[in-house]
């Protein structure tokens, strides 16, 4: 039986008693589980900052890291906002997680904070953390320069995706016009070859249906096919916020001197401690969204055989040319989907290549590894199987091959 036919029978079923009951019975059950799991995802998940720990090998780097290796606190994504009760306990979370912690480098990979009114926040949780032996050190994200409002999200969206949908009609009648050729299924994998993104694919499935529809006509069916493809969209691209507002980003990079943190803005720096054995190049690049991300500046001074390890905040980078100078890339901003769930995944990467079993964790590309951290906090206050966590990365160097 459909769907369709099941929503048909409702009214007949509803005069039973014992179905009625049933029904009601039922619509209950899932009303209550989906309360729980709403409360689990507003109030438990994202208040439980886990310290995760992690060991990345460097090559060409035998002889430049500590005997025991070179050990980074990870935080990305704070987003603090403050006046909050949930920020509060965050902090308090990775105080007692980090208590008597001993580590080299304390590293921020950006969104400090949503609005400026999270700044002491952002104080209290370095004044929270045991000092690090060798220096603290971020970049920022596109939150730290920018308010973003959701409200328009949607429509904005919706927008979007038809603009797209309406350039991929035109192309593909362009083409048949030139090609003289009415194949629809030709025309999309001719598109799809020619290196389209993972966001296009729907749109060009949706140009097919709407071809295919009995002279235009929209049907139950193209509708509810062109709604799934805009999910798809909409989950494949960066959420297209509104940006309503600036933060004060010098104000920022000012206070978090006084607490020893440096910011790399576009630049690197050597870290030498001999006493320690250590001898690698620490770079930072500016957000990808935000900021004015100048990769060339921020690799342009560090040999190339030399071990780099870059900070950005958006791991859309690893799109520029001459990333793979980098042998370690650390960044945050995805929130590591923030609500996955069982056999769909990340509900959103929001990163325009990421796939979404990359959405966090440890990835490589080529010779370059990178490390994406689900971060610590979230714009819009839910987690689902995306736990917020902090990570000591200790790098060793590489066995030579
Ligand atoms: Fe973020």
Redesign the pocket.
């Given at each position: 039986m459909s769907w369709l036919d099941l929503a048909r029978r409702i009214p007949a079923l509803w005069q039973d008693k014992r179905t009625r009951t049933q029904l009601i019975s039922g619509v209950g059950a899932v009303a209550g589980i989906g309360a729980m799991v709403a409360s689990y995802a507003f109030l438990r998940e994202p208040l439980h900052v886990r310290l995760d720990r992690l060991t990345i090998h460097l090559p060409n780097a035998a002889g430049n890291l500590p005997p025991n290796g070179l050990r980074l606190l990870h935080l990305?994504?704070t987003?603090f906002r403050g006046a909050n009760w949930r920020e509060q306990a965050k902090i308090e979370c990775i105080r007692k997680a980090c208590a008597n912690l001993e580590y080299d480098l304390l590293i921020h990979t950006?969104?400090f904070l949503h609005h400026d009114s999270g700044l002491p926040n952002v104080l209290t949780l370095l004044d929270a953390l045991p000092a690090p032996r060798l220096g603290s050190y971020g970049v920022f994200?596109?939150?730290d320069y920018s308010l973003y409002s959701h409200s328009e999200m949607l429509p904005r969206a919706w927008a979007r995706f038809q603009a797209m949908h309406q350039e991929t009609v035109c192309s593909e009648e362009a083409l048949s016009g030139s090609m003289n050729v009415h194949d629809s299924t030709h025309t999309q994998s001719s598109v799809n070859g020619s290196g389209a993104t993972r966001a296009t694919t729907p749109a060009l499935t949706s140009t097919r249906s709407r071809q295919n529809g009995s002279n235009g006509r929209v049907t139950a069916l193209t509708r509810a096919r062109t709604l799934y493809e805009f999910g798809y969209y909409c989950a494949n691209v960066p959420l297209d916020l509104k940006r309503t507002g600036r933060n004060d980003v010098n104000a920022l990079e000012a206070a978090l001197a006084t607490h020893q943190v440096q910011i790399l803005h576009n630049r690197s720096i050597r870290l030498t401690h001999p006493e320690v054995g250590l001898d690698i190049y620490l770079a930072g690049v500016d957000d990808v969204v935000e900021g004015t991300p100048e990769l060339h500046h921020a690799l342009g001074e560090i040999p190339h055989d030399a071990p780099t390890i870059l900070l950005s905040?958006n791991p859309d980078i690893l799109l520029e040319p001459g990333i793979e100078q980098a042998d370690l890339i650390l960044s945050?901003?995805?929130?590591g989907g923030q609500i996955v769930l069982p056999l769909l995944g990340a509900a959103h990467t929001?990163s325009s290549h990421l796939p979404r079993k990359e959405v966090s964790g440890y990835l490589r590309r080529g010779k370059t590894q990178v490390y994406i951290t689900r971060?610590v906090?979230?714009?819009i206050p839910l987690r689902l199987g995306a736990a917020p966590q902090i990570t000591l990365i200790t790098v060793l160097p590489a066995a030579k091959s």
């Open positions: 990305s994504d987003h950006g969104d994200g596109n939150h905040h945050g901003h995805t929130h929001q971060g906090g979230e714009g």
